[in-house]
Structure formats: C-alpha cells, structure tokens
C-alpha cells in the first residue's frame, strides 16, 4: 500500500491567497484526520471524518478553515483567505475505523509544509 | 491542564544507556494508549500500542497504571537512531476515533 499520500509537500503563499491541500487515505480506511503542527502549539487536531461524514470540527481556527471528504479516497483542507500565522505543518491521517481491529491507529501522511509570506 | 502532559525534554543520554519517558493523562476515561515517534522534519509514525499488561518489543517495553493514569516508555541499549521525538497518545471513548497527542518528549542520543 501506497500510505497517505499528500499534495502538495511544500507551499509558499502569500497572504490572502487560497490555499488548497488534498489528501488520499488508505483504501479501505474509514476514518480521515487533519492535523495542523507548530512549534508553539504542537500537534493539533482540525477535523475529523467516518465515513466521509465530518464528526468533529471544533479545532478548525475559524471561518477561513473548512474541509470536505467527497468520496473515501480524497479529501481537502482549504484556506481562505491565508494569513501568516497560518504557517504550519499540515498532516492528514487515516484510520481503519472504530470496530475494526486496532481501528484506532492513525496512519500519517508526510505532511505538507505551508509558508504564508 | 492538558489533557496529556510530557516532560518536553531534551533527554541527552549516551549510546547504550537506558533511558525512561513517562506520560500522565487527565481523562479517566480514556481507553486506548500509544506511542508514536516522530523524526525530525518527518510524520508521526506509530511506535508501539500500550496495553494495561504492558508490553515490549525489542529494546522497547511500554507500561500502563490506570489507577495512576500515567504510561511509560523505556528504552534499553540506546541507539543513535532512537534520537527522535516521542508523542504519548490516548484516546477516549466518547471521542470514537479520536486521538489526543502529548506535546512530545524529545530523545538525543549521542555516541
């Protein structure tokens, strides 16, 4: 299996720009997790979706923030507009899902690396 | 309080040593425990599950103490490789899947 994969690995952005990362989840995996990392705040949980429905939005920051899961082999993190203090570290992960064996175990993407200038 | 506190470190320690982390969490109702290491400039990546018999593998052996809500991670015979962070995780039934990361304990080992 391919893992998580995520798009794109790196973005520089200036501020007010839209901001688009996407991310692919192991098939079969029910459960998708957007986590954001800083250096002051650590690793911080976003959103959260079971079977592509949103369970648990209340770590996005605020309106500028949203997530969608179309199907269950993609999903999106919008920004919009960007701002500075938006720079981070954006991981995506996946997880077989409650009920399954080990269902909880979250398996990360390589991140995508945003810088908002 | 947050909910998973770790000492941040640095832990400095030398090649071969044993080295120990501990993690406490606030929620009594929390049901599974991990470790998850993570490399510098690099995704977390599970370590190990805890389990409240505790468990080891290889040179790793974590425990849990549900009455004391804290779980530890040793690790014997340190390897320049085991420098990393380590990121204490539980999670809470009424949360279904989700985790709730530790800050982290950050291990340098030096030869």
């Known amino acids: 299996d391919a893992g998580v994969i995520q798009s794109p690995r790196h973005e520089v952005t200036e501020m007010g720009q839209e901001v688009t990362l996407r991310c692919k989840p192991i098939?079969?995996?029910?459960?998708l997790f957007w986590y954001r990392q800083t250096m002051m705040r650590g690793l911080e949980l976003l959103i959260y979706?079971?079977?592509?429905?949103?369970?648990?939005d209340s770590g996005m920051p605020e309106d500028r923030f949203s997530a969608k899961m179309p199907n269950a082999s993609f999903s999106t993190l919008k920004i919009q507009p960007s701002e500075p203090r938006d720079s981070a570290v954006y991981f995506c992960?996946?997880?077989?899902?409650?009920?399954?064996?080990?269902?909880?175990?979250?398996?990360f993407g390589a991140g995508t690396r945003l810088s908002v200038l | 309080r947050k909910e998973v506190e770790q000492d941040p470190g640095p832990f400095n320690v030398p090649e071969g040593a044993t080295v120990a982390f501990n993690c406490t969490y606030s929620?009594?109702?929390?049901?599974?425990f991990f470790w998850y290491r993570q490399d510098c400039r690099k995704e977390p990546k599970l370590l190990m599950s805890v389990y409240s018999s505790g468990n080891e593998d290889g040179r790793f052996t974590a425990q849990l103490n549900r009455a004391s809500q804290y779980i530890s991670l040793l690790i014997r015979d340190s390897k320049l490789s085991d420098s990393a962070t380590y990121l204490c995780?539980?999670?809470?039934?009424?949360?279904?899947?989700?985790?709730?990361f530790g800050a982290g304990t950050i291990l340098r080992v030096k030869s």
């Open positions: 929620n009594s109702a929390s049901q599974s």
């Open positions: 992960a996946s997880s077989p899902g409650a009920g399954k064996f080990l269902g909880n175990i979250q398996y």
């Open positions: 098939s079969g995996h029910n459960s």
């Open positions: 995780v539980v999670t809470q039934r009424e949360y279904g899947n989700k985790l709730v």
């Open positions: 979706f079971n079977n592509n429905v949103p369970i648990d």
